[in-house]
C-alpha cells in the first residue's frame, strides 16, 4: 500500500469532505465484483492495489489508477489540491455529516487490517442486535470527531465464537479494546468499555489508550518469511492470482 | 589525396554540429524514463514499517478514516452528498496476514 500519499496531512484534511473507503481485496465476492469493474477496467485479474475517485452516487469516475494514487499524481500536494478541488464540486450549504460505524466485515478481517495500520481495534460485541446498535450508535458519537479519525479499526458481532482469538475476552457484552498480534490472527484485550459508559467518557477512554498504544515495529521481508515458515496462512475468499501463480511455481 | 583529406576534414565539419546531439541522446532518454512514472506493482515497503499509511510514527495519529465495508460507504455517500476516495488493498503478502 503507498505510504507518502496517504499520510499526508494536506491528503488527511482533504478526505474528510470524502467518504473514504477502502476495500479488503479477494475478501468478498460480491466486492470484487464492483472492484473489477470500477478499480481494474473490467478485466478478469484483480490486483492488490486499486485507486478511484467516484461521484457521490458511485457511478462516475471523477480519477482513476488502475494501481495506487501515485499513479495518478505526481505527488501528495497535487493529490490534496485536487481533492479540495472535487469536494468544492459537490459541497452544498447543509452538508449532511458523516454518521455509522466505519466497520469491517468481520472480527476476523478487523484484526488482520489493525495489524496490517499499526491500531487499535474496537469491537462491539451484544448478544441482541438491539445491544450491538446501541453500543454502536455510542461509539458513533465520539469516533467521528478530528481527535479520533483513523485512530481505531472496527468490528462488531452477535457471536462469542467471533471473540474466541482474542485472549481476555469475558462473556460480557460492551465494546472490546484490543491489541492484534503481529499477523492479525488473534488479539489480546487491553480494556473492556461496558455498555453504561457515557459519551464524554468513551471518548476519554479512546483518547488515552490510543495515546498510550505502542504501534510495533514490522519489516516486509521478515514479517513474510517468519510467516511461511510458521506456517501462518491467509484463506482469501477470492482467489489471489498471484498466489495461484506462486504455488505453481513450486 | 591532400583531396580526399579536404573531403573528409569537410564532411567532418559538417557533423561535427550534431555529434554533441547523438551523444546525449542516451543520458536524455535515461532522464526521460526516470521522470515518468514506473509501470510496476507497488513495490512491498523497504526498511522497518508501523504500518498502515502511517509508518514512520510510533504513536497513533489521526488519519484517514476508512469505511471497510464497499455498501456501507457507497451508502454513506449518497446520504450525505460525498464524493467517494476508494482505495482496494489485500491485507495480507504471499498469503501472509498482517502487512498490506
New interface residues.
Partial sequence: MDRSFLADPGVIRASRDFVCIRTATYEDKQEAKFLQQTLFGGGDQMRNFGFCILSPDGQRKLKQSRRGPNFAYRDANEMGTDMRRIARQYATAQGKPIQGLPQMKSVRLALNVASCDGLPCLVVYGNEPQRVEQLSRKLDSVIWEDELMGKYIFASTRQRADLKSIEGAGRSQGILLVAPNPYGTAGQLIEMIGGEVTAEELKEVLLKAAERYERPVKEHGNHVRYGRRNGVNWETEVDVPDRRRFNNRR | MALATHKERSIMNRRRPLFPAVRWLPVACLISCLST?AVA??A???????????????????????????Q???K?????????????????????????
Fill in positions: 512514472p506493482q507497488l512491498p515497503p523497504e526498511g522497518p514499517t508501523y504500518g498502515g499509511s502511517l509508518p514512520a510514527s510510533k504513536q497513533v495519529m489521526p488519519g484517514i478514516a476508512w469505511f471497510g465495508v464497499l456501507d460507504g457507497l454513506q455517500a449518497r446520504q450525505t452528498g460525498k464524493p467517494i476516495l476508494l482505495i482496494s488493498a489485500a491485507p495480507q503478502c504471499s498469503g501472509v496476514p498482517g502487512m498490506w
